[in-house]
């Protein structure tokens, strides 16, 4: 049963991938496009068989069922114990076979690709037992192939992918030594698209492909934000096209639209290119305040909707300034943060986007405010939760040390080429690496990079010991210093990787010493997260087959040196005892953003102290607190104070032997879908009866599991029973295909066992429902009043007058009418006639209506049932008069009637003829419409004029 039950899923699922129909929010308009996730129920085969599998009738009913992410072979934490050097010429160097049956309800009429994230390391497509080609460029970055004429559409279709990570000389960073290892197989998400023929083209075919946005323009209150949109017409005849774009505001709402139509010949590309400014609801990107805006471009085919994409950006800019260093939306900003390599044990690079954006949201709750993608091009999850985390961003290509002849240059090229297209509209990336790591900047590299992405910063990748001592021909000197290595001169310096220490001296000294000068504007650990690489190097000095010097462990556990980032660079207050990781040899270590810590040792105090005042931090916000306390038992508490009140605080006890274990899963704020593409982490706490973890505890945890799930173990890798490493031992989780409850039960020799329990739900193969947020396309209507010469305000409609037939206007956009009464209307007066004033808006304020009795009253009638936003404009203009400050606001809505005094403007801040650089004096309220009158009536207590120079409505939600 349970049989018929898989193979019915199976085909459903494989039925449902192209036959799904767009279920998309509200703003969305149903396009050809579709992005089906095909991570699911793949088989696979180590290795080459005898018959080729990309045959249609090939026999694959015995191999192995599995989902993508995928790495060709599991391994075990200790990469088996492989003695071989960094070069890897053969361990892993192996070929892997997926194949996967895909109904495609679809017809001649629409383009079929399948796009690949990343795969390790050429690629071989095969589909109906057709050969479509080889990608063999790089293992780390995207790309697709067209399978549109293989396609047999509305039956099933057979696609087999050879994965081959073999030892290659032209794809880098093969054929040289890296100090990380080439994990091999579908480790990245794979997907279907379809589309019209009339489409969007992939971001990475070209310069000019896809979708580009820059913002050429950054103010502190406005924008410019340029969208180039590359439409392919491969119809045998030409096409009328329209493209049109909306920037949309965090909310969701529309901001501008932007209409643009060409006639694109047969079987041809056509860029479009759009440009527009953002001055109302503006907002920078930036680490405190990641804020993202989406360009959501439609394409027509005359009049019928038939593409769309999607993208996010933000508007942020950034400089280098001799004296402030690297600059931020025009604040000065130092740089600290991590260097990340995207591998876990056991499964090397086959990581699901839950751990990927998991990680991120780790280094931003550290308070990290960089991540250096060391030394690969990485996965679009991460990418994309940096933008939203803010976190910023520095990328490169794969290589590490050496380079090779013209053909493995040429690849990188493309590489880099591929990967500044894919990534070039993310806000958080600002660094392109131009280097080679240790060799620093390379020529090829810059020019590429600055083709490709003239806007951003290069970097060169230099070490302390070798190369040049500046930047070179890129914009950053970026180096190594684990030896306390001299400054250059003058060049702008970020030290991309310098020591870490499970207990945070090290890093404190690095940051400190880096921070001290205004020329160096970044430090970044080496490392975020402990990671696998070979034992022997070139030079044959052998090194552990795991690193243990990472901010976070190789699972992604935090260290004592975690905390201590965390009391640096976050303002919440935090007092951390360290644990006896960093808490040894007659010290206490406690990390605290406090200005005093008082120590305790069971309840009775032991010292009151400052911060640490040694030279070598005193560049920090908050170095650590260093206690001279051989602790041997007992309890320990830390209270940290502010102003001599007690903050926060944390006790600690020490370590006793193991009694029990506590079993968590590493995310659980993020769902658990079906299917095996995602997975969780369980991880065996080994505590004392004090609830306090063992770091020192080594043992041997044996991991169990019912309900819809299952352990990821070969039998081979060791993995269960599994080792505590500091005191945790940790084992992968992954669902079945059902939704239900997974129970984990850990137990081990003498200790008390634990279980905990992780629901899973069902995943969405419809990427673009998964990605798509609802858009609010209400109209903004701006209006601006005055006499019937009065200088309009760009991008406003004139509502323009001169005698009381003139009080009524009609708002287009919404089909509804306002009026302007007064007590006797004969009181309103008209101004305008070229009158002048200076601010923003000025051309707003320096006309419009008034009344010398200071009363006025708006009805707005034919308003469609709703909530709106009303912002009215009541600048005094006539020279001797005072200007109207305090005015009352009576509003009768659907909510009733409500009266208040105005307060979005400030008293006497304003002058007749001039608002320096604010707006006009203004009053926003919010109204409710049920179709019938609304009524807002303005009243200045102050017996003085009162003007409406103009007005926006727009629709709220």
């Not at 050429?216 to 410019?224: D, E």
């Not at 080429?417 to 131009?434: D, L």
């Not at 000095?541 to 462990?553: A, F, K, N, P």
């Not at 006539?878 to 409500?898: M, Q």
Request: net charge neutral; glycine share 6%.
């Amino acid at each position: 049963m349970h049989k018929f039950k898989l193979a019915s899923l199976f085909f459903f699922f494989a039925a449902l991938l192209i036959a799904q129909t767009n279920n998309l929010p509200k703003g969305y308009l149903n396009t050809d496009r579709t992005k089906t996730n095909i991570n699911e129920n793949w088989k696979f085969y180590l290795g080459s068989p005898d018959k080729h599998p990309g045959s249609i009738d090939f026999d694959d009913s015995k191999w192995e069922k599995v989902s993508i992410p995928h790495t060709l072979e599991l391994v075990s934490y200790e990469l088996d114990s492989i003695n071989e050097t960094w070069v890897q010429e053969n361990y892993l160097r192996k070929i892997g076979w997926y194949r996967k049956s895909i109904k495609i309800d679809s017809d001649h009429s629409k383009k079929v690709f399948i796009e690949f994230e990343g795969v390790h390391n050429a690629t071989e497509l095969w589909v109906n037992g057709k050969n479509i080609g080889t990608y063999a460029v790089n293992g780390y970055i995207p790309f697709h192939f067209d399978i549109t004429d293989h396609v047999r559409f509305g039956k099933e279709n057979i696609i087999a992918i050879k994965a081959d990570n073999s030892f290659n000389k032209t794809i880098a960073p093969d054929p040289h030594r890296s100090d990380y290892v080439k994990f091999g197989g579908l480790y990245r998400d794979v997907y279907l698209v379809t589309s019209n023929k009339l489409h969007v083209t992939f971001n990475w075919e070209d310069f000019d492909a896809g979708v580009h946005i820059t913002t050429p323009t950054v103010n502190k209150n406005n924008g410019t934000v340029s969208v180039k949109t590359t439409v392919a017409n491969e119809n045998p005849e030409l096409k009328t096209c329209r493209i049109e774009t909306y920037i949309i505001d965090s909310n969701g709402y529309v901001l501008k639209k932007l209409t643009s139509s060409a006639n694109i010949n047969p079987n041809t590309n056509y860029t479009f290119r759009q440009t527009t400014t953002i001055e109302d609801n503006f907002n920078l990107w930036s680490p405190d305040s990641p804020y993202l805006y989406r360009a959501y471009s439609v394409i027509y085919d005359d009049d019928t909707p038939v593409d769309f994409v999607e993208n996010t950006f933000g508007f942020r800019t950034f400089s280098l300034e001799k004296g402030k260093g690297f600059v931020l939306n025009g604040e000065p900003l130092f740089l600290v943060g991590a260097n990340r390599h995207q591998n876990y044990p056991v499964i090397g690079d086959a990581v699901p986007n839950s751990f990927h954006r998991n990680e991120a949201l780790q280094y931003k709750k550290a308070g990290l405010n960089i991540i250096r993608l060391s030394h690969y091009t990485q996965d679009d999850a991460f990418i994309q939760a940096c933008d939203e985390l803010g976190i910023i961003v520095y990328e490169e290509v794969s290589t590490w040390i050496e380079w090779d002849d013209k053909a493995w240059f040429d690849k990188l090229d493309t590489a880099t080429r591929v990967m500044i297209r894919n990534h070039r509209n993310h806000p958080s990336i600002m660094f392109w690496g131009a280097g080679i790591n240790h060799r620093g900047p390379v020529p090829r590299m810059q020019t590429v990079a600055k083709e490709e992405d003239p806007f951003r910063l290069t970097a060169s990748a230099s070490s302390a010991w070798n190369g040049v001592k500046n930047e070179g021909i890129t914009d950053i000197h970026a180096t190594m210093d684990y030896r306390r290595s001299e400054f250059p001169e003058s060049a702008f310096t970020m030290v991309m990787e310098h020591g870490c220490s499970p207990n945070s001296e090290t890093n404190q000294f690095h940051i400190s010493r880096y921070k001290a000068n205004k020329n160096n504007i970044a430090a970044i650990a080496w490392l975020g997260a402990d990671y696998n690489h070979l034992q022997k190097n070139m030079d044959k000095v052998e090194r552990d087959y795991m690193t243990t010097y990472g901010i976070l462990s190789a699972y992604r556990i935090p260290k004592p040196v975690y905390y201590w980032y965390q009391s640096e660079l976050v303002q919440n207050p935090i007092v951390h005892i360290g644990d006896e990781t960093a808490s040894t040899n007659g010290k206490v270590r406690i990390y605290s953003n406090c200005q005093e810590v008082k120590l305790y040792h069971n309840n009775k105090p032991i010292a009151s102290q400052k911060p640490d005042s040694d030279l070598i931090k005193s560049s920090l916000n908050h170095p650590s607190f260093t206690f001279n306390y051989n602790w041997k038992d007992g309890q320990l508490k830390a209270v940290g104070y502010n102003h001599g009140k007690a903050i926060t605080s944390h006790t600690r006890e020490k370590q006793q032997t193991p009694y029990r274990i506590k079993v968590e899963f590493n995310i659980t704020d993020q769902p658990f879908y079906t299917g095996g593409s995602d997975l969780r982490l369980a991880h065996a706490y080994i505590i004392d009866k004090n609830g306090e973890t063992v770091t020192s505890a080594k043992n041997n945890v044996e991991f169990s599991i019912s309900g819809e799930g299952e352990l990821v173990d070969n039998g081979k890798i060791y993995a269960n029973p599994a080792v505590a490493y500091n005191g945790v031992a940790s084992i992968y989780v992954r669902a079945t295909d059902y939704v239900g409850t997974i129970k984990v039960t850990a137990k081990s020799k003498g200790l008390k066992p634990n279980t905990a329990s992780i629901a899973t739900k069902k995943y969405n193969p419809n990427e673009l429902e998964n990605s798509a947020k609802p858009i609010y396309n209400y109209p903004i209507s701006k209006v601006d009043i005055g006499g019937e010469n009065q200088l309009v305000q760009f991008e406003w409609d004139a509502w323009a007058g001169h005698s009381n037939e003139d009080l009524t206007y009609t708002i287009s956009d919404y089909n509804a009418h306002i009026k302007v009464n007064a007590n006797n209307s004969e009181n309103i007066k008209w101004f305008g006639d070229n009158a002048a004033m200076l601010g923003d808006l000025s051309f707003v304020g320096t006309d419009g209506l008034y009344n010398e009795k200071g009363n006025l009253e708006l009805t707005i009638s034919n308003l469609k049932a709703g909530n709106y936003y009303l912002e009215t404009y009541h600048h005094t203009r006539i020279g001797d008069k005072k200007l109207a400050n305090k005015i009352e606001v009576t509003i009768n809505d659907d909510n009733g009637k409500l009266t208040k005094i105005a307060d979005d403007h400030i008293v006497n801040y304003y002058i007749n003829n001039n608002t320096g650089e604010r707006k006009p004096l203004h009053i926003k309220s919010i109204i409710k419409s049920n179709g019938d009158q609304v009524k807002i009536a303005f009243k200045n207590l102050e017996n003085g004029h009162l003007w409406l120079n103009g007005f926006i409505l727009k629709q709220l939600k």
